[in-house]
């Protein structure tokens, strides 16, 4: 399984991004899909996720101003990413927890993509 993640840049306080992450390989189905985001000199930490059933979870720091989705096809995930402040600046990673490969086949362990760097100018 591998997470591919874009939509990360450069955009000043107030603006809006749209991340985006697509799972690919051999998926049945992925139980939980979210986004992490590690700042400079700092511990990554939980963004927002998203239940199979869309069952949402947003860090305090966040509410009101991210909103995380899935596709229809629930393999690709998305954060949309308004009134962004300085302090939201950080790498942000893709996570996708309980993956089914087959319908058999249940994997606990978290798979990780490549972070997207998002930078907010004050």
């Known amino acids: 399984v591998q997470l591919q993640a874009s939509g990360g840049g450069l955009v000043q306080a107030g603006g809006s991004l749209r991340l985006s992450c697509a799972a690919s390989g051999s998926i049945s189905s992925i139980s939980v899909m979210g986004w992490y985001g590690q700042a400079p000199g700092k511990q990554r930490e939980l963004v927002a996720t998203?239940?199979?059933?869309?069952?949402?979870v947003y860090a305090d720091s966040v509410k009101g101003r991210f909103t995380i989705s899935r596709d229809s096809a629930k393999t690709t995930v998305y954060l949309q990413m308004s009134s962004l402040k300085p302090e939201d600046t950080a790498v942000y990673y893709c996570?996708?927890?309980?993956?089914?490969?087959?319908?058999?086949?249940?994997?606990?362990?978290?798979?990780w993509g490549k972070g997207t760097l998002v930078t907010v100018s004050s």
């Open positions: 998203i239940t199979l059933r869309g069952r949402t």
């Open positions: 996570n996708a927890q309980g993956v089914w490969t087959t319908a058999r086949d249940y994997h606990d362990s978290p798979y």
